[in-house]
C-alpha cells in the first residue's frame, strides 16, 4: 500500500516539486505466468483444463446397405430371369423338363434356337427334349417350342410335331406351328395363316354375369384380361384374351350377338368380343402367304388393308399380292 500511496503524491505533486521520487506499484507475480491455457472454475479456484469432445456422428453403415439392395436385388432378379444369359448344357438339360417353373423351360428353349443359328452341331442332343416341350401342358412353353422347331427344317421330328400343333387349343401355338412349317415348304397351316388376317371370335369358356368388359376400340395382348365373369357360386373370374388385338363390333354378315355390356349374362362358350389382328400379326401372315398362299387368297390379302390401312401392311399386301399372282401363273 505504500507504493501506491507514493505513486499518487508523487503524480499531485510532480508539477510542484522535484523531490517526491516517482514509484511504480510492484507487479503482481500472477502476471508474469502464461495464462492462455489456464480456466477460471465459476465456483472459484483454478479449474482443470478439459478438451471439448465433438459430438459423434450416425455411422451410415445401413444407409449404404440399403442403398445397395435397393440396386443389387432388381439386377439379380432381371439378371436371373433374362433369356439372353447363357446356359451351360447341364443347365439347359434341366431347365428344359423343369414343369414347375415354365420361363425356365423357355429359357431354355430360346437358348437352344441361339445354338440352332450357328449351325454348328451343339444343339441337336437336345432337339428330343424340344419335341418333348411341343406337348407340355403349359401354353406358353407348346408356343416357344413351336417357334423354335422352324429354325431347322431339315428335322423331320420337329416336322411332325408343328404338324400336330396344327390342332392345338390355344391359338397362339397354333399360329406358330403354322407359320413355322411355311419354312419346310409345307402350307398345310394356310387355313390357321388365313385365320391371322381376319377379325378372332373370343368365346369366354365360363357361363354367368359381366362385371367388367373392355370397351370397343381397345387394343389388348394375348393373356391380358378382357372380362370379369362372376358365375351362379359367386365367383369371380378373369376371361384373358386368347390373341392380340383391337377389340371391335361383330363383323357384318354374321350371326353373332349385339355388344355385350356389365351385367349381361353369357353362357358358356358364348362370344364375348371380336378382335382385329394387330399389325404384326397381320404381317407375320402376309409374308407367310407370299410362300403357300393361293389365288384364293387374294381377296383376303387385298381387304387386310380394310384393317391396318398403314403404309407397312400396304406394302407387305402388295408384295404377297404379287408372288401369289407370280405363282399362279407359272403353275400348271
Known amino acids: 500500500m505504500i507504493s501506491w500511496i507514493v505513486l499518487l503524491r508523487g503524480r499531485q505533486h510532480a508539477t510542484n516539486s522535484e523531490h517526491y521520487p516517482l514509484y511504480l506499484p510492484p507487479c503482481p507475480l500472477w502476471l508474469n505466468a502464461r495464462v492462455e491455457n489456464e480456466f477460471i472454475n465459476p465456483n472459484g479456484g483454478t479449474g482443470e483444463v478439459v478438451a471439448a469432445q465433438k459430438p459423434r456422428r450416425p455411422s451410415n453403415i445401413w444407409l449404404i446397405v440399403v442403398a445397395s439392395l435397393f440396386i443389387i436385388v432388381p439386377f439379380l432378379t432381371w439378371y436371373l430371369t433374362w433369356f439372353g444369359r447363357g446356359l451351360s448344357d447341364d443347365d439347359i438339360a434341366k431347365y428344359l423338363v423343369d414343369e414347375n417353373n415354365p420361363r ?25 427334349q424340344i419335341v418333348a416341350a ?8 407348346r408356343k416357344t417350342a413351336a417357334w423354335v422347331m422352324g429354325q431347322d427344317n431339315k428335322s423331320e421330328d420337329f416336322h411332325r410335331a408343328l404338324v400336330d400343333l396344327l390342332k392345338d387349343t390355344e391359338p397362339l401355338v397354333r399360329r406358330n406351328a403354322a407359320l413355322q412349317l411355311v419354312s419346310f415348304g409345307d402350307a398345310s397351316g394356310r387355313p390357321e395363316l388365313r385365320a391371322m388376317l381376319q377379325p378372332f371370335e373370343a368365346k369366354c369358356p365360363i357361363a354367368g354375369t359381366i362385371v367388367s368388359l373392355l370397351p370397343v376400340g381397345s387394343s389388348i395382348r394375348g393373356g391380358a384380361m378382357l372380362a370379369k365373369i362372376r358365375d351362379a357360386s359367386n365367383n369371380l373370374y378373369e376371361f384373358r384374351s386368347p390373341v392380340d388385338g383391337k377389340i371391335t363390333s361383330a363383323p357384318a354378315g ?47 390379302v387385298e381387304s387386310s388393308v380394310q384393317i391396318d390401312a398403314s403404309g407397312e401392311t400396304a406394302g407387305q399386301a402388295a408384295l404377297t399380292n404379287k408372288m401369289i399372282g407370280n405363282r399362279s401363273t407359272t403353275s400348271p
Not at 104 to 128: C, D, I, W
Not at 134 to 141: G, L, R
Not at 259 to 278: F, H, M, R, S
Open 104 to 128: 425356365h423351360m423357355q429359357h431354355a428353349l430360346l437358348q437352344v434356337e441361339e445354338r440352332m443359328e450357328r449351325e454348328n452341331g451343339s444343339a441337336t442332343k437336345f432337339y428330343p
Open 134 to 141: 411341343s406337348k407340355s401342358s403349359i401354353p406358353e412353353v
Open 254 to 300: 354374321t350371326s353373332a350377338s349385339p355388344l355385350l355390356k356389365e351385367g349381361n349374362q353369357i353362357t358358356a362358350n358364348q362370344t364375348v368380343a371380336w378382335l382385329n389382328p394387330d399389325r404384326t400379326t397381320m404381317l407375320d401372315a402376309l409374308r407367310a402367304l407370299a410362300y403357300v398362299g393361293t389365288k384364293d387368297d387374294l381377296p383376303l
